[in-house]
């Protein structure tokens, strides 16, 4: 797996963006915007949504927030709406936050399950990107998400991890040192691994946003198409569900 020019070349402007509080929102009329509707328009028809509702946490930084986009275009909107179109319950907590650290993240995992309503049976977590680009030791990262895992954990909770890899310009040491992070976690705590998130669209700088960072709505829509067999595939089994047929 390779990071395309886009993101090798980024300047020090573009990864202060990934960083930022906030972002802007991309017009309706957009370019993007009108590929995630034709996309849309294309989808096939959706199944009947079913059984158990299934509470799932997005608990991540401006990859799970939204960053330049419309909220319903954001990744754990997108991801409901493709589970709901197979057919499951899916009703999602948008927990991102732009700029979020794994600290930041671990800060607040505790707040925001025990401000549900009721507890999740699932939680996605995009996590280690902000750690990565302001340069804190991979050490950190891997202790701040291991503390957030064995929360989960000791919750029951079912948890899908989505990897990041350090870009070349950090270095061989660092990238030693930060990309084992995610599978040797998910190894020890039992999480669904998407070993890098932003995958699909790293070799498509025409489906990231000018901060040369972010996907714009049309590549967040890949990001889904690329995930979602394996978010339907960790949630649990309602044990009201009916056997399957033999």
């Known amino acids: 797996m390779k990071w395309n020019a886009a993101f090798r070349l980024a300047t020090p402007l573009a990864l202060m963006a990934m960083l930022a509080a906030c972002g802007t929102d991309k017009p309706a009329g957009s370019p993007q915007a009108t590929a995630s509707a034709s996309a849309a328009a294309d989808a096939p028809p959706a199944l009947p949504v079913v059984g158990e509702e299934m509470r799932i946490v997005a608990l991540g930084d401006s990859l799970f927030g939204g960053y330049g986009v419309d909220p319903s275009q954001s990744y754990p909107a997108r991801i ?14 948008n927990a991102g936050v732009s700029g979020d650290t794994t600290s930041g993240g671990l800060q607040r995992v505790d707040f925001v399950i025990d401000s549900m309503e009721k507890p999740p049976q699932m939680v996605l977590i995009s996590l280690g990107g902000n750690d990565m680009l302001r340069g804190l030791p991979p050490e950190e990262t891997r202790r701040n998400l291991s503390a957030i895992l064995a929360k989960f954990k000791a919750r029951g909770v079912k948890v899908v991890l989505m990897g990041m890899l350090a870009p070349p310009n950090l270095g061989a040491d660092y990238a030693a040192k930060f990309n084992p992070i995610y599978p040797a976690l998910a190894r020890e705590y039992g999480a669904t691994l998407v070993p890098f998130f932003l995958q699909p669209v790293v070799s498509r700088p025409d489906l990231i946003q000018a901060d040369r960072i972010h996907p714009t709505a049309q590549g967040i829509d890949l990001l889904v198409g690329a995930t979602v067999d394996q978010v339907a595939g960790a949630l649990p089994v309602s044990p009201a569900a009916p056997p399957a047929p033999r």
Do not use: F, P, S
């Open 80 to 93: 409901e709406a493709a589970l709901r179109a197979r057919g499951i319950n899916a009703k999602m907590t």
